[in-house]
């Protein structure tokens, strides 16, 4: 029934390894993306791909490399993981244009130690 | 550049008082607005949107919001809160195909008191 779902919802892991976090949405939508939300709530864009097309890539460290198998499904890898990626990164998809509304997963909360 | 400002970070109301939450919002054009709420733990849920049309938009949980261009803000309002709307809640602009992401503002904590 979940319509965006992300795994895992919790990754704790150390500085300097690598991880991946998965998202798939079953909403039928041609465009996902991901965000970060750091520690004080900001919600930033990081990279959104419509119909497995990256479309967006914001100012983050190519140590992030998002990929999309298809237009389900938007994982995003981590290399070299650093204290300040600790944060949650929220996965989200829509349909069409920009007025069509965002429907987002509850997030990976990852801590760095 | 899109932005959004959220100029409360903290506001706290007693059950059963009304509440407003204020967004103002820079674009260039006719903006797509929406606001979502985040209860601890959880994703975004959309609370209401506004693309064109009439200026006060009815939402989920009995909020709404109204447009207003010439102040550039889209405040969301509720006329009796329950304890249950203790959240954050973000206001967001969303621009034109080509550019789909949505900018956030910093986001309001809303605690109620019973």
């Known amino acids: 029934d979940t319509a965006v779902s992300q795994t895992p919802k919790y990754l704790v892991t150390q500085m300097g390894n690598d991880k991946s976090i998965k998202c798939e949405q079953n909403?039928?939508?041609?465009?996902m993306y991901w965000y970060k939300q750091d520690s004080k709530k900001f919600l930033k864009i990081m990279f959104s791909y419509n119909n497995k097309e990256l479309i967006i890539n914001e100012t983050v460290p190519n140590r992030f490399s998002p990929k999309s198998p298809d237009k389900a499904h938007l994982n995003l890898h981590i290399n070299s993981l650093e204290l300040g990626d600790s944060a949650v990164y929220f996965c989200?998809?829509?349909?069409?244009?920009?007025?069509?509304?965002?429907?987002f997963g509850d997030g990976t909360r990852l801590s760095i130690l | 550049a899109q932005s959004v400002t959220q100029p409360d970070i903290h506001i706290t109301v007693s059950e059963g008082a009304s509440l407003e939450l204020r967004c103002n919002y820079s674009?260039?054009?006719?903006?797509?607005l929406f606001w979502y709420v985040q209860s601890p733990g959880q994703g975004l849920q959309l609370l209401l949107k506004y693309f064109s049309g009439d200026t006060l938009v009815q939402g989920i949980k009995g909020f709404e919001a109204e447009f207003k261009r010439s102040q550039s803000s889209f405040n969301l309002r509720k006329p009796s809160v329950h304890w249950s709307d203790a959240a954050e809640y973000f206001c967001?602009?969303?621009?034109?195909?080509?550019?789909?992401?949505?900018?956030f503002g910093s986001g309001t904590r809303l605690q109620v008191q019973p």
């Open positions: 967001a602009v969303g621009g034109y195909t080509g550019r789909r992401a949505l900018t």
């Open positions: 989200a998809s829509s349909q069409g244009t920009g007025q069509q509304p965002q429907h």
């Open positions: 909403l039928g939508h041609d465009t």
């Open positions: 674009y260039g054009a006719t903006p797509y």
